[in-house]
């Protein structure tokens, strides 16, 4: 997969003219702006679940970090007692 990635990555000026030659060959003048507006959609929506993701699982860990934190905070204050104690 990362293999197919690199090598879409070298694609040349000629090459990527050849490309978009092809489709435009394939698809005529009315469809490549549909096909666009269609692949624009796509990443959208696929950016938006995504970010729904991150946000669904930052909320469901935020209690957890909360806990923790009062742990943490907890832990200090008896290892500042214990020092203080010395």
Same mark, same amino acid.
Do not use: W
């Given at each position: 997969?990362?293999f !197919?990635? $690199?090598l879409f @990555?070298?694609? %040349? +000026?000629?090459? #990527?003219?050849? *490309? !978009?030659? $092809?489709?435009? @060959?394939?698809? %005529? +003048?009315?469809? #490549?702006?549909? *096909?666009?507006?269609?692949?624009?959609?796509?990443?959208?929506?696929?950016?938006?679940?995504?970010?729904?993701?991150?946000?669904?699982?930052?909320?469901?860990?935020g209690?957890?970090?909360?806990?923790?934190?009062?742990?943490?905070?907890?832990?200090?204050?008896?290892?500042?007692?214990l020092?203080?104690?010395?």
């Amino acid at each position: 997969m990362d293999f !197919l990635f $690199v090598l879409f @990555l070298n694609l %040349g +000026g000629g090459e #990527v003219v050849l *490309i !978009l030659l $092809v489709i435009l @060959l394939m698809f %005529g +003048g009315k469809g #490549v702006p549909n *096909i666009a507006k269609a692949l624009g959609k796509g990443i959208r929506e696929f950016k938006d679940a995504a970010n729904g993701i991150q946000k669904d699982v930052m909320q469901s860990t935020g209690g957890i970090t909360n806990t923790i934190q009062e742990h943490i905070q907890e832990v200090k204050k008896e290892v500042d007692t214990l020092s203080d104690n010395k």
